[in-house]
Each structure stands twice: as structure tokens, then as C-alpha cells.
């Protein structure tokens, strides 16, 4: 109060002398009064009064970046010294204390101190005695205060949905090497013949390929991926002297988010290996539809049949987790000859849409020599 009085008592004493300086007489005294107080006297007496009493409009610049830096800190301690760093910045207070918690911020004793709320990572604070003292805390620090806080509480709730997307991917990355990777890695250990240890070992490095095409953020083609489908497919049916008849029928070509590539890549694989170990076909005919935001796909092989009782044992469990993740449709046919799954994914109505490649994938593929590849 007594610095309030001060300053509007050495205003008042400048004021007469500026009227003291403008005793003009004349017709020029009342224009020249005005052109003075306008351009000069009012800016100047603005500045001293802020300069004096202390400006409650606090200068923001830079305020965004410390509550970032406060919501990230590594531990409590430092988000407290932060966060009191941040205050200092804004009220200049002489004294800083931890309070038990309150709901909301408030102001007590007439102004002289504003408590703040903490939260279950900082610390409840109360500060006192606003810019060194020279004032009382006013309502518009008050609101100051509440707008920090709402800053900072947007600050940490996006934080936390950042790390539990950061700990979602690690999992993600974990289940896909256990239950891909390391399942063929696995296989092929344990395998007495070497082609079959090179095959395993070929899966094993199709897998990684898909995880880290994954890792790269990068959304996939729908020809890209069936482009990569099909050479993997015609290759590995190639070795078990499988003919491949692959129809491709798409009328659109969106970008694929990584869930749904890797799963889709995943069921292929996994029908492809049961038609191999299991089937005892000599023919597979794979037919893929894009269009309507939906991917169609039907797979149809002559071999002997696999009974309903023996599905569970060959992978569809597996094959229809990745479905109903997907939350897509699965149905299988499977009679004394031959074996059909049909399966449609949705894809997302606002994927982007890509140029299709021409004349590709449009003919049955047949195999007129067997592939080798090195270990």
C-alpha cells in the first residue's frame, strides 16, 4: 500500500511539472498541449508507472517451452525447482513455501499470498509478497496462475498418452519378435535337413523385414505389399513344387497403416505355411480384391483337405486373433479335397488413395523352374 501511495504521489508531482513547462499562451497552447501529452507525456508516464509499481502483465515469451520442460522432467525434485523457477519468473515473490494441497489456486490475506494446487508429481506451493514485495497478489494473477496450471495439466495429460503410445510400440515390437522371429528361428534349429533350415531361416528374415518397415512410420502401399506378397509366396510354393495362380483385382490402392499391413502379411504367411506342410497340394490359387475400402482376399489350394478338428492345430487360432484385431471376417471351407479361406479387412475410409500400377499381377503365375537361394 505505502509503495502504491509513492508512486501515484511522484506521478502527481511530474504531472505539475509538465503543465508547469507547457504555460504557453496563445492560440498554439492548447494544440501544442495535446500534441505533447499524446506523442510524449503519455507514453512516458505509462513506463514510469510500470516501472514503479511493478507490471502485472507478465512478459509470456518462453512460458510454453518451461511448462514443457516442467511436464518432462525426470523426477519430482527437479520438477519442483522448475516449476518454482517458472513462479520466480512470473510474481517474483520473496517467499516460497509447500502448503498441504488445495482443489484450485486462491488468494489469502488480502492479496499477500497465492496458494497453488499441486499434483501426484509436484509439490503444493504457496508464494507471498509479489514483485520483491513492492504489491499484492491482484484477481488477474490469480487468473495468471489458474492458466498456468490448465497449461501445464494439458502439458502432462500429453505426455502421458505419449508414453503409454511409446510403451503400446515396445510391446508391439516385443510381441512381434517372440511370436514371428523367434518362432522361426526356433523352427529352424531344430531342423535335421537344410532346406528346411534355409526356409525357416528365410521366414525368420521376412518377419524382421515387416517389423522394420514398421519401425519406419512409413504407411505401405496396397500393390507394394502384394507386389512383396507375391514374390515371397511364388518362391516359397516354388520349393515345395506348388504352382501359383495369383489374381489380382484391385480397383483402388490406399496406404495401409503398419496394424493392418503386418497383420495382413502375417495371415498370408501363416496360410501358406500350413498349404506347404499340410496339404499335399500341387496347386494354390490366391485372389485379392481392393475396392470399397474393404481388402477381399480368397485362397484355394487342391490338396486333401484339412478337417475341422485339425484346424486348431494348424494355426487358425492365430490366423483369427489377427482377423479379429483387424476386425475383419474370416471363413474356411475345408472339405475331403482342398481347402478355401476367405477373409475381408476393412481399411480406413479416409486412407489415402495412391495411383495404381498398370498390368500388374493380372495373369496366373506358373513356375517353370525351381528356385535356390544361399543360406
Not at 169 to 187: K, P
Amino acid at each position: 500500500m505505502l509503495s502504491t501511495l509513492a508512486t501515484l504521489v511522484i506521478l502527481f508531482l511530474v504531472d505539475l511539472l509538465m503543465v508547469a513547462a507547457l504555460q504557453l499562451k496563445g492560440e498554439q497552447a492548447l494544440s501544442l498541449s495535446v500534441i505533447a501529452a499524446g506523442l510524449t507525456w503519455l507514453p512516458v508516464r505509462n513506463f514510469l508507472w510500470r516501472l514503479l509499481k511493478g507490471d502485472t502483465k507478465q512478459n509470456r515469451t518462453g512460458w510454453f517451452g518451461d511448462i514443457i520442460e516442467i511436464a518432462f522432467a525426470s523426477n519430482s525434485h527437479e520438477k519442483d525447482r522448475l516449476w518454482q523457477t517458472l513462479l520466480t519468473r512470473c510474481f517474483n515473490p520473496l517467499y516460497c513455501e509447500v502448503i498441504a494441497n488445495i482443489p484450485a489456486p486462491r488468494l489469502s490475506d488480502s492479496g499477500l499470498i497465492l496458494a497453488l494446487p499441486g499434483s501426484d508429481e509436484r509439490a503444493a506451493l504457496a508464494i507471498s509478497y509479489a514483485q520483491g514485495g513492492k504489491r499484492l497478489f491482484s484477481p488477474e494473477d490469480l487468473d495468471l496462475a489458474a492458466e498456468l496450471l490448465e497449461i501445464l495439466a494439458h502439458a502432462e495429460q500429453s505426455r502421458d498418452a505419449y508414453q503409454r503410445g511409446v510403451d503400446s510400440e515396445r510391446a508391439r515390437i516385443a510381441q512381434d519378435l517372440h511370436d514371428n522371429i523367434g518362432a522361426s528361428l526356433l523352427a529352424g534349429l531344430h531342423r535335421k535337413d537344410l532346406p528346411t533350415a534355409q526356409a525357416s531361416i528365410r521366414s525368420a528374415i521376412n518377419e524382421m523385414r515387416t517389423i522394420v518397415n514398421g519401425l519406419t512410420a512409413r504407411n505401405t502401399e496396397v500393390e507394394v505389399m502384394l507386389a512383396d506378397l507375391r514374390y515371397e509366396c511364388e518362391r516359397r510354393l516354388n520349393d515345395a513344387d506348388i504352382t501359383l495362380n495369383w489374381v489380382h483385382d484391385a480397383q483402388s490402392n490406399p496406404l495401409l497403416p503398419y496394424v493392418i499391413y503386418q497383420n495382413y502379411v502375417s495371415i498370408i504367411r501363416e496360410i501358406i505355411a500350413n498349404v506347404i506342410n499340410h496339404s499335399e497340394a500341387d496347386t494354390l490359387t490366391i485372389t485379392v480384391d481392393c475396392s470399397n475400402n474393404t481388402l477381399v482376399t480368397h485362397i484355394e489350394d487342391n490338396g486333401i483337405g484339412l478337417g475341422m478338428a485339425g484346424h486348431k492345430g494348424h494355426g487358425l487360432l492365430n490366423i483369427q486373433r489377427r482377423i479379429n484385431q483387424l476386425e475383419g471376417e474370416l471363413s474356411m471351407q475345408a472339405e475331403t479335397v482342398g481347402t478355401a479361406t476367405h477373409f475381408v479387412v476393412p481399411l480406413p475410409s479416409g486412407a489415402q488413395q495412391l495411383p495404381r500400377a498398370k498390368d500388374i499381377f493380372t495373369h496366373p503365375v506358373q513356375p517353370r523352374y525351381k528356385l535356390h537361394s544361399a543360406p
